[in-house]
T-cell receptor, first 113, second 112 residues
């Protein structure tokens, strides 16, 4: 298995632009999690899905952030409009219902200028 | 508010010694606790899980303890090696939820 796949791995954009991050979970995993990691705040959960349904989005910082999971093999995290304070590493993780372990992707390093 | 604290300063130890990392939490009653390893430029990788009714878990050179009275978990790496150098994160999960709440991590550096 290829593990959790994220794209792009790096993204540099200008303030005000729309940014879309993509994630493909491990096949057969029912839950998908989006995290953001910064030096100041560490690793924070933004939102998670179970069976493609958003369960908890209390970590989404603002209305500028939105996430979708149209099917079991794909999810997006969108920031519109982006701001410099959104610069961070964004991780996607997936998990099977019969496990407690989360498997993380390699992350997308976002820089908003 | 819920808080998870790990030593923010790096832990530097000599190869062969035992590394001990601490995770303290407040205002939380976790169902279980996990430890992850994170290398630079990579996502966290799961190492061990310990439940609230367990005192200790072992896996090869790794050992985790969990004291719900002290609200503390200790993570030990025995016979440490330079390859163990990484950031180690603890994460708590409450009851009836799948949310992992992470500590800020402790960077371990093992010198030959």
């Amino acid at each position: 298995d290829a593990g959790v796949i994220q794209s792009p791995r790096h993204e540099v954009t200008e303030m005000g632009q729309e940014v879309t991050l993509r994630c493909k979970p491990i096949s057969g995993h029912n839950s998908l999690f989006w995290y953001r990691q910064t030096m100041m705040r560490g690793l924070e959960l933004l939102i998670y899905f179970n069976n493609n349904v958003p369960i908890d989005d209390s970590g989404m910082p603002e209305d500028r952030f939105s996430a979708k999971m149209p099917n079991a093999s794909f999810s997006t995290l969108k920031i519109q409009p982006s701001e410099p304070r959104d610069s961070a590493v964004y991780f996607c993780a997936s998990r099977a219902d019969y496990q407690e372990t989360q498997y993380f992707g390699p992350g997308t390093r976002l820089l908003v200028l | 508010s819920q808080k998870i604290e790990q030593n923010s300063e790096a832990l530097n130890i000599q190869e062969g010694k035992t590394a001990t990392l601490t995770c303290n939490y407040t205002n939380y009653s976790p169902a279980y606790l996990q430890w992850y390893r994170q290398d630079p430029g990579r996502g966290p990788v799961f190492l061990l899980l310990i439940r609230e009714n367990e005192k200790e878990k072992r896996k090869e050179r790794l050992k985790v303890t969990f004291d719900t009275t002290l609200k503390q978990s200790l993570f030990h790496i025995t016979a440490s090696q330079p390859a163990d150098s990484a950031t180690y994160l603890c994460a708590l999960v409450g009851r009836n939820t799948d949310k992992l709440i992470f500590g800020t991590g402790t960077r371990l550096q093992v010198f030959p």
